[in-house]
């Protein structure tokens, strides 16, 4: 007589899926640290993040620097004689025109002609320049005798560019997220 094939499994069947399920547990906890090791650590991540600037305790008048990416950011609160000032500057007299309108964002659809957000970081040689200082009442860089206005437009010296803009939006009207 023929044998029949059994359908039940026996011994060897389970020893065939124990050792396959054990063999996939030693892959993915050999895997899962090899993967994770490739993905930055959270300092690497905080120097990229986005950084959230509280407006609120900037009185007006006054400049306060924050770091983002490391980079020096000013913060500006402009009064209002400042801002008839920038508004009033010829596109003439500076090295690269743009209008204060163009320096300053929006919340709501409504300006926020106070503040100024830039990269401090002077666009000649990389120098960190001085607050409240120069012409206009803006930034001066003291190591080549860069003039900034008070929204960071060039007016004098060798720098060929305005001081830089970060990308940045208001969250509030007393609140910045940077980055």
């Known amino acids: 007589m023929a044998e029949h094939a ?3 499994p026996n011994r060897r069947d389970f020893l065939y899926i124990w050792t ?5 547990v030693a892959a993915g906890s050999t895997l899962i640290p090899l993967v994770s090791q ?9 120097a990229g993040a986005p950084i959230e600037v509280d407006l609120s305790q900037v009185p007006e008048g006054q400049v306060i620097t924050v770091k983002w990416r490391g980079k020096p950011i000013f913060v500006r609160h402009r009064t209002a004689k400042e801002i008839a000032e920038a ?3 010829p596109l003439a007299d500076l090295k690269d025109p743009q209008t204060d309108a163009q320096r300053i964002h929006s919340f709501d659809g409504k300006p ?6 830039a990269i401090g970081i002077c666009t000649h040689l990389g120098c960190v320049p001085i607050n409240v200082t120069g012409t206009h009442s803006g930034w001066y860089c003291p190591c080549h005798g860069s003039h900034y206005d008070n929204a960071g437009r060039i007016l004098k010296g060798p720098a060929p560019k305005n001081l830089e803009l970060p990308q ?4 509030s009207a007393t609140k910045v997220r940077i980055g």
């Open 87 to 89: 508004k009033a500057t």
């Open 112 to 117: 926020m002609e106070p503040w100024i957000v």
């Open 38 to 46: 490739m993905n930055p650590d959270a300092s690497t991540i905080a």
């Open 6 to 8: 059994t359908t039940e």
């Open 168 to 171: 940045y939006a208001f969250t």
């Open 20 to 24: 396959g399920a054990v063999g996939a």
